[in-house]
């Protein structure tokens, strides 16, 4: 088959992984029929489920190599998680306990069996690995070296010894605290706290967290040994508190979320204004010092 694939214009890193499949889960035939599908998307724009007019072939081939790189594998989302951050901006650095900022997460059809989550409630955290949907960029691509947030932004360190999202295989995990489970009209829903995770992300397990195994408390940190103290001092106009008032709970998500200094690390002008949208709605703020001020607010 692989001559099929350097007719449909395949570069070889995507013929090499497409043929890493095909000893286990595919026929010849279905390759070949692969091959048709990556030629007519990429060439004829009015074929059933192409890409839209004027996307490049590279970009159309990477589309369709990553759908069928999903639907070959054996790694499945099985949920999906929702919550107010609709854009990467603002959303936590890292998972926090206590925190008031909820995320539901909601099972994919296929995995909304009861059984599935038989004891789930008897623990009081979890672990949720997860994909980086929303990266940008090439993924067939993968750089050695990326720059953390927490040392400016400037100083490479090898991506393995970072949380960066950027990584050859985008996946994250996140350890939340179970909150709750709800007997909603979509299955078993799990209500958890403390997501560092964008509206929509892809779930693909849920494992409980085990304190005697799981937490180490005399571990060594490295470059994040010495946290950086990002918390501000947040305050409000009265102008955008008559849409946002003290005390209620959106005005106490927001609060969490501007406290931890959303802007990124190497930005520090205090004349900048920021937008940040939340669970529908949208504040504009600036930052002076260790003190954030809220100047408006919108409902998006």
Known sequence: MQPQFRRAGLCS????????????????????????????????????????????????????????????SSLH?????????????????????????????????????????????????????????????????????????????NTRMGVFATRSPYRPNPIGLTSVKLLRVEDTDDGLVLVVSGADLLDGTPIYDIK?????????????????????????????????????PVESPLRLAFDEILSQDPRPAYQDDPEREYGLCYDGYEVCFSVKESRLIVKKAYVK
């Not at 609709?86 to 926090?96: H, L």
């Not at 623990?123 to 940008?136: P, R």
Request: glycine share 8%; with cysteine.
């Open 13 to 72: 890193t995507t013929r090499r992984g497409l043929h890493r499949f095909k000893g286990g889960c595919c026929s010849s035939n279905c390759f070949g029929a692969i091959a048709q599908l990556v030629e007519q998307r990429t060439e004829n724009p009015c074929v059933t489920g192409s890409i839209p007019v004027g996307t490049t072939q590279k970009t159309a081939r990477r589309s369709l190599f990553s759908f069928i790189y999903m639907s070959l």
């Open 77 to 153: 989302i099985i949920a999906r998680a929702h919550n107010g951050f609709v854009e990467k901006f603002g959303i936590p650095r890292q998972s926090r306990e206590g925190s008031v900022l909820l995320t539901r997460i909601v099972f994919e059809p296929d995995y909304r069996v009861r059984e599935a989550l038989r004891g789930i409630e008897a623990f009081s955290h979890l672990w949720l690995l997860w994909g980086f949907s929303a990266n940008k960029g090439d993924q067939e691509e993968w750089s050695p070296t990326v720059r953390p947030p927490r040392l400016g932004g």
């Open 208 to 244: 409980p967290y085990i304190s005697f195994s799981d937490s180490h408390p005399d571990a060594q940190n490295g470059f994040a040994e010495a946290p950086k103290d990002y918390r501000l001092s947040v305050a409000w106009t009265a102008e955008a508190s008559t849409l946002i």
